[in-house]
């Protein structure tokens, strides 16, 4: 349940919590792989104009659910910066 503030119930949905997971992935490996040197400046500038053209470019797209497909694009954008940061997939064993 969510938490209570002036007398109503605040609460986040699952659409929500996945929206949220996928930022802050992107801003964490964003931020590892600058640090790191793993990815370079042109690379994160790159990575950073997808986000911005994708935030931008699906207000436009004629088919209404497509605006709720933003999560979706910057999961994939997590990926793609999982490959490059980490030269391929995590090894979870």
């Given amino acids: ?3 209570k503030e ?15 997971i ?3 992935a992107f ?3 964003l931020g590892y792989g600058w640090v790191t040197g793993t990815l370079s400046g042109v690379q994160a500038a790159v990575v950073i104009v997808c986000w911005v053209v994708g935030a931008v470019g699906l207000r436009y797209v004629p088919y209404e659910p497509a605006r ?9 954008l ?6 490059i940061i980490f030269k391929g997939d ?3 064993t």
Avoid: E, K, N
Wanted: aromatic letters at 8%; glycine letters at 10%; charged letters at 5%.
């Fill in 6 to 20: 002036a007398g109503t119930l605040v609460s986040m949905g699952s659409q929500a919590a996945a929206a949220l």
């Fill in 78 to 83: 997590d990926i793609a910066l999982v490959f």
């Fill in 68 to 76: 709720a497909m933003f999560p979706s694009f910057v999961a994939v």
């Fill in 90 to 92: 995590v090894r979870l």
């Fill in 27 to 29: 801003c964490g490996l």
């Fill in 22 to 24: 996928a930022h802050l």
């Fill in 1 to 3: 349940m969510g938490r």
